[in-house]
């Protein structure tokens, strides 16, 4: 029995690592929110952030406020400053893509967001609401 005990707790106390894999061709997006100095006023900027998982590869862009413009300028820079469209991006459920979250879980997406989509092209992918480390499970594997 104390062999069985010991063991159990030290298969319980070696590190395990899981590796990550990221398929070429997918992005995340999200805002975040910082505190700034620009031209010696401290203030809150609010920054587009697209991340390329497969690469680690990631565009950060600095904006006055969270609006729609600035989510549509985000992804237009981030698609020059990356040399491409991915074939999907990943968002959290933001009112500027997001008009609608049906029962059902489909989204009725934002006329602004239905345009930049059908323009470039892109698959959208969208985490649950109110799971917040959604993001990071569901970007594996994609």
């Not at 995340?28 to 620009?38: K, L, P, S």
């Not at 950060?60 to 491409?84: I, N, R």
């Not at 470039?120 to 594997?141: I, M, T, V």
Request: aromatic share 12%.
């Amino acid at each position: 029995m104390v062999r069985d005990y010991v063991r159990v707790a030290r298969a319980k106390g070696r590190e395990t690592f899981v590796p990550l894999a990221h398929p070429p061709g997918h992005a995340q997006v999200d805002f975040g929110e910082a505190i700034g100095v620009i031209g010696g006023v401290r203030q809150k900027i609010h920054f587009f952030c697209m991340d390329v998982p497969q690469s680690d590869a990631p565009f950060v862009k600095a904006y006055p406020a969270e609006t729609t413009e600035a989510f549509l300028d985000g992804h237009v820079s981030a698609f020059a400053f990356f040399g491409g469209v991915p074939l999907s991006v990943l968002y959290d459920n933001t009112t500027i893509a997001v008009a609608k979250i049906c029962g059902d879980g489909r989204r009725e997406r934002t006329r602004a967001f239905t345009e930049l989509q059908s323009h470039y092209l892109f698959r959208d992918r969208f985490g649950r609401p109110g799971k917040g480390n959604d993001k990071r499970a569901r970007s594996r594997g994609w």
